[in-house]
């Protein structure tokens, strides 16, 4: 499945937007790497890349491997621990999934640091923030983030990756977004 063609189709008429991307755990990577292509590499839109599930280092190491610029994107990382004094560049570390204000202040930074009128926020993944947060507490904070793009006016990409046919937060998050792509097994 072409990754561009089924996420221009969807999202073609729309200059900004919050999207929901889903995905098979079997092709999380390789579905994530294909929209951070299309955005950075072909698009040349900087973003904030929020990331849960991989630390920064691996995702600075794999958007290399992949010829996709890392040099456009502003990490926050919830999930290595730093010391509170360690700085890296291009990189907010807010040390927890649990931690959805240190997210949010981050997320708020890195936008207002991005230069130029387009930008995007992708954040990686709903999922995670199910782990360390009760379900009623990551439908608010999505419920948030999303009037957050809208008052920042940049695309958003919300990922989750799909569990079961009868997991219903899909459905519940789909009320705050503008499209649902599938990428199912990608």
């Known amino acids: ?22 995905v098979n755990a079997s092709s999380y990577q390789k579905s994530t790497l294909g929209v951070l292509k299309l955005l ?10 929020v990331t849960l599930n991989k630390p920064f280092d691996i995702m600075q190491r794999l958007l290399q491997q ?16 730093v010391s509170e004094n360690t700085k890296v560049k291009n990189c907010l570390f807010v040390g927890s999934p649990e931690k959805l204000s240190d997210i949010s ?3 708020d930074q890195a936008i207002k640091a ?5 930008k995007f926020v992708f954040f990686d993944s709903i999922n995670t923030l ?30 989750l990756i799909k569990k ?13 977004c503008d499209a649902k792509i599938d990428f199912g097994g990608a």
Do not use: H
């Open 40 to 49: 950075v590499t072909e698009q040349k839109t900087p973003g904030v890349y």
């Open 130 to 159: 199910q782990i360390f947060n009760k379900a009623g507490t990551v439908v608010r904070f999505v419920y948030f983030l999303a009037s957050k793009i809208r008052e920042w006016k940049v695309k958003g990409i919300i990922l």
């Open 114 to 118: 991005l230069p130029t009128k387009e």
């Open 105 to 107: 202040v981050a997320m």
């Open 66 to 81: 992949n010829k996709i610029d890392e040099n456009l994107i502003i990490f926050i990382d919830g999930i290595t621990k």
């Open 1 to 22: 499945m072409d990754i561009k063609k089924k996420f221009n189709s969807q999202l073609k008429n729309l200059e900004n937007y919050l999207a929901l991307v889903e």
């Open 164 to 176: 079961s046919p009868d997991d219903n937060l899909a459905t519940e998050l789909m009320q705050f």
